[in-house]
């Protein structure tokens, strides 16, 4: 197997030289576990969570949001940052506040990295089971506005398959849950 499969490398310096209200960048020299000597600059980001929001029907939770790093609507799955509180209370709370649904049971399914040559970002990949019936409110962020609807799976993975829905999150979550 891999001699250094997840071994850490040894931080011999780091020094911040960017500070923004969603992520900060940290200038870094590392001895890489195989003893190279890099320079990296790691964008650093809060974590981060995904949802597969599934009916007994097989109907998903897609949303549509306009996302700054393409400059487009992007139609996806519920997320949003962690923080306060665990990954679980962050998916109840983000599927509540983006489309008005209240879960009934929430599981983790996996966590996965995006981009882990330069950024420290995570995101866990939740599994939600809810009734459509129960509804609330939604109630965005003050900069950001969501639209939901319920989408049948097999249509969501037609989506998927034709290259409309392409988030990395998004088909990480629904193919480990067709996996799995």
Do not use: C
């Not at 974590?47 to 790093?69: D, F, H, K, W």
């Amino acid at each position: 197997m891999f001699r250094t499969w997840h071994q850490p490398g040894k931080i011999i310096n780091r020094k911040s030289v960017y500070t923004g209200r969603v992520f900060s960048v940290d200038q870094l020299h590392i001895e890489t576990p195989d003893g190279l000597r890099v320079e990296r600059d790691l964008i650093k980001t809060a974590p981060t969570i995904t949802i597969l929001a599934i009916t007994a029907n097989e109907e998903v939770v897609m949303t549509s949001e306009y996302r700054a790093g393409v400059n487009s609507d992007s139609v996806s799955l519920p997320a949003g940052i962690v923080n306060p509180g665990t990954s679980e209370q962050a998916a109840k709370r983000e599927l509540q506040e983006e489309a008005g649904y209240i879960a009934d049971t929430v599981t983790k399914m996996t966590r996965i990295t995006s981009s882990e040559g330069f950024m420290d970002q995570f995101a866990d990949l939740m599994l939600i089971k809810f009734d459509p019936q129960k509804r609330v409110q939604p109630h965005f962020d003050k900069d950001e506005f969501v639209n939901s609807q319920l989408v049948p799976l097999q249509q969501v993975l037609k989506w998927i398959k034709s290259g409309a829905v392409n988030t990395a999150q998004a088909v990480s979550a629904i193919s480990y849950y067709m996996l799995f």
